[in-house]
C-alpha cells in the first residue's frame, strides 16, 4: 500500500515562508513525477508546482518566483519552499506521485492558511 504522508502546513502572516514535505513509503515502482496541488474553497485543484525524473520542474505562474519545488530520492520525500506568501496563496494542498507505470497517488492534504 503507498502512502502519501504531508506536513508543514499552518498558520502565517503575509510575508512569511512555509515548507511543506510529503514522504512516500510503500511498495511502489519508481517515482516519475512529484507534484503539489492547491484546492481553495469553491474552487478546483489546480497545479502548483511538479519536479519530473528529478530534473524538470514547473510551477504555476502565480507562484514563480516564490515557490520551490526539489525532491530527496534516498528519502522519497518531496519538498516544497514556499516563500512571500500572499492571502491567496491559502489553500488545501495535495502531494501526488507519478509513478513509471503511471499509477498516481495522492496525500490527505494540508493546509495553508495566509493571514493576519
Known amino acids: 500500500q503507498v502512502q502519501l504522508v504531508e506536513s508543514g502546513g499552518g498558520l502565517v502572516q503575509p510575508g512569511g515562508s512555509l515548507r511543506l514535505s510529503c514522504a512516500v513509503s510503500?511498495?511502489?515502482?519508481?517515482?516519475?513525477?512529484m507534484g503539489w496541488y492547491r484546492q481553495a474553497p469553491g474552487k478546483e485543484r489546480d497545479l502548483v508546482a511538479r519536479i519530473t525524473y528529478g530534473v524538470v520542474r514547473d510551477y504555476a505562474d502565480s507562484v514563480k518566483g516564490r515557490f520551490t519545488i526539489s525532491r530527496d530520492n534516498a528519502k522519497n520525500t518531496a519538498y516544497l519552499q514556499m516563500n512571500s506568501l500572499k492571502p491567496e496563496d491559502t489553500a488545501v494542498y495535495y502531494c501526488?506521485?507519478?509513478?513509471?507505470?503511471?499509477?498516481?497517488?495522492w496525500g490527505q492534504g494540508t493546509q495553508v492558511t495566509v493571514s493576519s
Open positions: 501526488t506521485i507519478t509513478t513509471t507505470m503511471n499509477s498516481n497517488y
Open positions: 510503500g511498495s511502489l515502482s519508481s517515482i516519475k513525477s
